[in-house]
């Protein structure tokens, strides 16, 4: 066919194509009719929506988070190394459990970065890769220090991690999660307060039921070490009745303002008695008086003054002894000391006063020759009177006060006191059974 011809066909059924495709828009748009869309303009209709759920891109977020985990692992080991001075003095073994540690924070983030909806691994999660003897070399502040220097370095590093538009979201999370860890650290270390305190509490009974026993053996030292003791200055055990409302929560508040009033103090509950512990190296009698209101109606007596912890043992049988012997003294004063109750603790059996009123009366003024001792049986036997004692005698009134005089710079004890003068008696009469 010529070219001329052919050109001429070809060029009339393209004008044909065009006419027919005109008359087709115009009868869509006669008819009221949307013309029909494009092929290749469906899929891109669908994909809008998805694009649009996730602006931030999150599983590119996720799979970046995990590339980095290693990265932000050394990135935070850098940092713990140059920020934290307790870090830097641990020793090495204890150095590499923070490590894990802290490698083991991030990978539980990362885990809860893949679910945010449920809730954050624990702390007890994260250090479970450490042995729990490492909660003594670390504290919770020393914890909170580690989750602040993790958490700065994911936020430092989220600019490099996160896909273009999704920092703020993975910073948003790191916020979040390091909110719920740092609750939960909290939470660990309340928890092992509590239990240490429930075991100090169980261990602190043990030691002051050895010390009212009489035990005194090395485990009883070492448990009173266990107790944080100083061991600093003398001891002495104070007793009375405990008040009816005394549970734990009070006594807690007792050794709290025992240890105030002394340098060392220890608190225990026999029955019905309460019975405190209190070393130091100032005024302990002024400390026990200061805690007359923690002590419930009745007498409070304060035990020998010892010079140690592990000689407490004698000062909480005086004490205890004292307690048993103090209604035999109405008048007592309150607090009372132990050995001011000698002759009623005589009276209720106790070997110890019999043998203290022996060694502290009597026999200094046996060893102490003269007419001292026979003054001071003339003048008890005579009804405390010194004309009367004087006439038995057969010297002047003056003399008898005289070796009176005597008798308390021997003993400590005034015989022309009442008081003092039936402790003197009780040692006199207990001096001559001896000795007969």
Do not use: C
């Amino acid at each position: 066919m010529p070219a001329t011809r052919r050109g001429a066909r070809t060029s009339a059924q393209k004008t044909d194509r065009e006419a027919g495709q005109a008359a087709n828009r115009g009868s869509s748009q006669d008819s009221g009719q949307d013309a029909p869309a494009p092929a290749t303009s469906t899929p891109v209709a669908e994909s809008a929506p998805e694009a649009a759920t996730d602006p931030a891109g999150f599983p590119m977020n996720l799979q970046r988070v995990r590339e980095a985990s290693g990265l932000l692992t050394a990135a935070a080991m850098r940092r713990l190394d140059e920020d934290l001075n307790w870090y830097r003095e641990l020793p090495a073994e204890d150095r590499s459990y923070v490590g894990l540690v802290a490698q083991a924070g991030i990978n539980a983030f990362t885990s809860w970065f893949t679910d945010p909806d449920r809730p954050p691994h624990g702390v007890s999660e994260i250090f479970a890769a450490a042995p729990t003897e490492l909660t003594r070399s670390i504290s919770l502040q020393h914890t909170l220090q580690l989750v602040r220097v993790v958490v700065d370095v994911v936020e430092t590093h989220s600019d490099r991690i996160a896909a273009p538009g999704g920092e703020r979201d993975l910073r948003e999370a790191v916020l979040r999660y390091s909110r719920e860890v740092a609750f939960s650290a909290a939470e660990v270390y309340a928890r092992a307060a509590e239990w240490r305190g429930a075991w100090d509490a169980r261990l602190e009974a043990l030691v002051v039921d050895a010390l009212v026993r009489g035990d005194g053996d090395d485990s009883l030292r070492s448990r009173i070490s266990a107790l944080g003791w100083s061991g600093r200055g003398n001891a002495l055990v104070v007793v009375g009745l405990a008040t009816e409302q005394l549970d734990e929560i009070r006594t807690a508040e007792i050794r709290r303002v025992a240890r105030r009033a002394a340098g060392d103090a220890l608190v225990g509950i026999h029955g019905d008695r309460l019975v405190l512990v209190l070393g130091g190296e100032g005024d302990l009698v002024a400390a026990a008086t200061s805690l007359l209101s923690r002590f419930g109606a009745g007498p409070v007596v304060i035990g020998t003054q010892v010079p140690s912890l592990t000689d407490a043992a004698r000062s909480a049988r005086s004490a205890l002894a004292g307690l048993t012997a103090a209604p035999a003294w109405p008048q007592a004063p309150r607090p009372v000391m132990a050995d001011d109750l000698l002759p009623e603790r005589v009276l209720t059996g106790d070997y110890t006063a019999r043998a203290t009123l022996i060694a502290q009366a009597f026999t200094p003024l046996q060893d102490a020759g003269g007419a001292v001792l026979e003054t001071l049986s003339a003048y008890l036997g005579t009804g405390r009177s010194l004309e009367a004692a004087a006439r038995h005698l057969y010297v002047h009134p003056n003399t008898v006060r005289y070796r009176l005089r005597k008798v308390s710079e021997i003993t400590g004890w005034d015989p022309l006191d009442a008081r003092e003068s039936f402790v003197l008696q009780v040692a006199l009469a207990l001096g001559q059974l001896g000795r007969g």
